[in-house]
């Protein structure tokens, strides 16, 4: 029996794995402060993610760039369709469960909100590595500027001078 494991195949694995890992990451330190013994007023679950977050989210965001490679006032789609969904859906769910836990865990412990808004910010650094380059890309203008269109048409009595 042979083993392949297809490129596309592997490019899939690496995005889900690497949304897996940022939500388990995500999720854990968010909620560890309740049980294990880190250091009151140092932050070093904030810390660990900090260092960690970056390495996933710069993944994600590579991954959708190559998804949807812009050429010019262009878009094009480069991949399949499998990739792009869960490249879409997968943080916007992700997102969704986290902010559910964020809010749950500030309530019961009843933390500031300065808290609150530094792990917003870590979960929404989410979001703009994958959805914004994607949204970027699948948005991209396929005409030319405005300023480029008007100086192309004729001018009539409407525009004026």
Request: aromatic share 14%; with cysteine; proline share 6%.
């Amino acid at each position: 029996m042979k083993f392949t494991f297809t490129v596309p195949q592997a490019r899939l694995f690496i995005v889900i794995y690497c949304l897996l890992m940022t939500g388990l990451l995500l999720g854990f330190f968010l909620i560890s402060p309740s049980f294990m013994p880190f250091n009151p007023g140092k932050d070093e679950n904030v810390r660990l993610i900090e260092i960690i977050l970056p390495v996933f989210l710069g993944y994600l965001g590579s991954a959708s760039q190559f998804l949807l490679r812009s050429s010019g006032n262009d878009a094009s789609f480069h991949g399949d369709e499998r990739l792009l969904f869960v490249l879409t859906v997968g943080p916007c769910c992700l997102f969704f469960v986290l902010n559910v836990v964020l809010f749950t865990t500030f309530y019961v412990e009843k933390n500031p909100i300065a808290e609150v808004s530094k792990w917003f910010t870590l979960i929404l650094s989410l979001l703009t590595s994958t959805v914004g380059v994607i949204t970027v890309n699948m948005f991209a203008a396929r005409h030319p500027p405005l300023r480029a269109r008007r100086a192309s048409r004729p001018r009539s009595k409407v525009d004026g001078i």
